[in-house]
């Protein structure tokens, strides 16, 4: 069903359309990922247990070229810890400045377990030109990390890489989402806190997603938050990487995908300045000569790249936008938003 008022909408407040029943145009079915079935997922108890069944699952690939999209977090140092001899890929923005306390980790994990080590330079035409395909592919906007994601695979590819891991899933199995973890919210208070741009701020005739958030509400004002993640969070995250990756046609593993903890995450100890202890324990483990690294969201420099930019100017969107008001990563949704739907009315 077409429906683009609604699709619109969708994108903005989570960077995915929810209703896979809902297009933005006719014959354009756009592509969600459906998280692997907690059912056949590999039980973790330790750190331990979680750095055996990586192995295991690594293993499986020992005749293959192997690579890795290479960060400077815990969750791909892990998963390179694995993977000695393989080619490492790590993105490298406006001439290496941006994060270059992220890059230099990834610099250092690639040494410290012999990976050959690749950047991927990405700038502002990369971007642009990388875009495209991913949303044709998706039939929808996408999220900031897709065109980047396609530029990396695409290299190693070229490279003559068979198959490249990932570490995207560890977050919301090992409670890394601190910042949606860190209270019991209410209603009213997760909802404001999750949703990403209010359609309302940017739209001439948005539609009301408060819906989806209503399938969770529980005890009147109160959500079910952990399971309001593991359904519609785990799907925006992980489709970013099947549709890059699947452009590119080059296959991708993500091992912690298959993990599944034995024990209730212990929502204290994450709000106590632990986030993902079980991933913090095992990263100590391989890397005990530095500290835990914190979290840092795959870099990208949207505040850089559209510092100057004036916002939208179709018929769709508002012109009384608080631009000012914006964080980067909103202003690419805009961005990224408008050139979709100039790519929807060619298709028309």
């Known amino acids: 069903m077409v429906d683009k008022k609604y699709c619109m909408s969708s994108y903005l407040a989570f960077r995915y359309i929810v209703d896979n029943d809902k297009e933005f145009y006719e014959g354009g079915h756009h592509k969600n990922i459906i998280p692997f079935p907690k059912e056949e997922r590999i039980i973790v108890k330790t750190a331990d247990d979680i750095g055996n069944e990586i192995e295991k699952q690594i293993i499986q690939f020992k005749d293959k070229k192997k690579g890795i999209l290479l960060s400077g977090g815990m969750d791909s140092a892990i998963v390179a810890s694995y993977l000695t001899g393989s080619d ?14 992220e890059l230099s ?39 900031s990390i897709e065109p980047q994601i396609l530029q990396a695979a695409l290299q190693a590819k070229a490279d003559g890489i068979e198959m490249m891991f990932v570490g995207e899933s560890s977050d919301l199995i090992f409670g890394g989402m601190d910042g949606l973890l860190a209270k019991d919210w209410t209603f009213n208070e997760f909802m404001e806190r999750y949703i990403f741009m209010k359609p309302e701020d940017a739209l001439i005739e948005p539609i009301s997603m408060q819906y989806l958030f209503e399938r969770y509400r529980v005890y009147g004002d ?55 202890y079980l991933i913090r324990e095992l990263m100590a483990k391989k890397y005990p000569e530095i500290p835990v690294p914190n979290k840092v969201p795959m ?50």
């Open 88 to 101: 490492a890929y790590t993105f490298r923005f406006l001439d290496g400045e941006f994060q270059r306390e």
């Open 105 to 143: 980790r990834a610099e250092y994990y690639a040494k410290y377990y012999g990976l050959k080590l690749h950047y991927v330079d990405i700038s502002w035409d990369t971007v642009v030109a990388y875009l495209g395909p991913v949303m044709k592919a998706k039939c929808a906007p996408v999220h």
């Open 222 to 276: 109160k959500i079910d938050f952990l399971k309001f993640m593991d359904e519609v969070f785990s799907i925006e995250s992980s489709s970013s990487y099947l549709n890059a990756f699947g452009v590119a046609k080059m296959p991708y593993y993500d091992p912690y995908a298959r993990l599944k903890m034995a024990d209730e995450l212990d929502l204290n100890r994450v709000r106590n300045g632990e986030p993902k």
């Open 299 to 348: 870099p990208r420099p949207v505040d850089e790249y559209f510092k100057t930019w004036k916002g939208p100017s179709r018929i769709e969107f508002r012109d009384d936008i608080e631009m000012d008001r914006l964080s980067g990563n909103q202003k690419w949704q805009l961005y990224c938003l408008e050139q979709f739907l100039n790519i929807y009315d060619t298709a028309k």
